[in-house]
């Protein structure tokens, strides 16, 4: 795997046996993935990506363990021996995770050639699953001067999927989880599905409704405070304020290409909230998201049912309390309180800013009058 920017970086994937996998994987922007001469299976194409990344993750960690002065602990040739009693080693990515259980031993050989570290590392551990026997041949290297993408490589032969989190509805209910989706559209090169990416903001703006025009509904607000946070930790108030709205003329409607409808508000400082709304027999879980208005950030918060109505953030908690519309055989999602203050996010991948929006209690985001 190589870093190629702060959010592009290539795999090269080669096997010992023809008919393995073999090919070229680049991720740009961390939204989309171009893939060429990958095997893969249909509709897992995220797990191509997800091998070779947790692959890398582990042989890190492990060489950590090994020489954990550092990189330039290797100077000659060193043969590995590590064995671990006590601290499991756990990768992941936003879409796979692993866990090896202590004790665990890593045996080998290590050696500094050329600039670069060379290693033949065997790696024996439990798993959930059992005992787990792992060997791994390579190197790795720091290049200062590492070759960015190509912003003119044509993608003629290249298939395209946008990276991020995919909701999955079923009569049981509506899932998320991080997938890859293939994109429906084709680029000349690089530079331009860098320059449609970009527009995308303005291009989803563009098709964006009211509700009910014809029935403003009731005022309802929204009190929050944003935030901009730099790579380095560093926070910038934006200001608190309270949005005062009504939902049928200011909250904004996009069909999707989900089956589901995109319900979104602007609340200030070049931020909006934005939940997407299916019509199902269960509601068990919803994702609600910060949108920059300006940008394309990521963004994605979920929320799982604790009681019959009252739902609650899966990452760093807070619960809302919802309202549905039902009809025949369905419901659908209409309105949600926030019973505690709670925290949405999106970053802007770009460069590390992350942006933040603190929405206080007694807030109400109605998504219809």
Known sequence: MTLRGRQDFSVDIEADRAQGPHGRIVVIDGLAMLMRDVSHEQGHEIDALDGPVLTSQLIVTLLDQAFPAGPTSVRTRHRVRVEQKTRAIRIATSSASGRFEAPWRLTGTVQRRDGRIEYDL??????????????????????????????????????????????MTSAQGTTVDSAARPAPDLWKDVAALRTWMSQEPA????????????NPGEPESISYEAFRIDKSGAQESLGAAVREYRPGIDVLAE?????????????????????????????????????????????????????????????????????????????????????????LR??????????????????IFRLRP
């Open 346 to 363: 999106c970053e802007d991948r770009s460069n590390g800013t992350t942006y933040e929006a603190r929405v206080k209690k007694g807030s």
């Open 122 to 167: 065997r790696f024996l551990a439990r798993t959930p699953d059992g005992p787990h026997s792992f060997g791994a041949r390579g190197f790795w290297v720091k290049e200062s001067n590492t070759s960015a993408v190509e912003e003119h490589m044509s993608l003629d032969g290249w298939t395209v999927h946008w990276l991020g989190p995919m909701t």
């Open 203 to 214: 291009r989803r703006a563009s098709l964006r409704v009211p509700v009910d025009a014809s």
């Open 255 to 343: 069909e999707t290409q989900h089956q589901a409808t995109s319900k979104s508000l602007t609340i200030g400082h070049g931020l909006s909230l934005s939940t997407d709304v299916y019509r199902q027999q269960e509601l068990s879980g919803f994702g609600l998201v910060l949108v920059n208005d300006d940008l394309p950030c990521f963004s994605w918060e979920w929320f799982n049912r604790e009681s019959s109505d009252v739902f609650r953030k899966l990452l760093g908690g807070g619960k809302v309390k919802v309202s549905v519309i039902e009809s025949t055989g369905s419901r659908e999602l209409a309105g949600i309180e926030f019973l505690d203050d709670i925290t």
